[in-house]
């Protein structure tokens, strides 16, 4: 089993910068494709990014492409989303995961999940 703590949520102004940070237990973190996901009140949770086992591959949402990038460090075993140019349209709580094999958008294919950070852009 793997425990996931996402840190670095908080408050920004529009245009602002946040970086979110997954701690994830276990030696078998680099086995696992990572995802972000987020989920703004009263819609429903959305893929954000993902990023491959060794970091090589990666995928976003057209929504916070050129805004986001996701990386990740193997020996730290964390896995990290930039954010920069925040909109307010951003604000959620952003949750990581974990998958087995490639990367991909659905959640549902995710296995294991953190508590979330909430994220918060004001204009």
């Known amino acids: 089993q793997v425990q996931l703590v996402e840190s670095g949520g908080g408050l920004a102004q529009a245009g602002g910068s946040l970086r979110l940070s997954c701690a994830a237990s276990?030696?078998?973190?680099?086995?696992?494709?990572m995802g972000w996901f987020r989920q703004a009140p009263g819609k429903e949770r959305e893929f954000v990014a993902a990023?491959?086992?060794?970091?090589?591959?990666?995928l976003y949402a057209d929504s916070v492409k050129g805004r986001f990038t996701i990386s990740r460090d193997n020996a730290k075993n964390t896995v990290y989303l930039q954010m920069n140019n925040l909109k307010p349209e951003d604000t959620a709580v952003y949750y990581c995961?974990?998958?087995?094999?490639?990367?991909?958008?659905?959640?549902?294919?995710?296995?294991?999940w953190g508590q979330g950070t909430q994220v918060t852009v004001s204009s």
């Open positions: 276990g030696r078998t973190f680099r086995t696992y494709a």
């Open positions: 995961a974990t998958k087995n094999g490639a990367i991909a958008y659905r959640d549902v294919l995710y296995i294991y």
């Open positions: 990023i491959s086992l060794s970091g090589g591959n990666t």
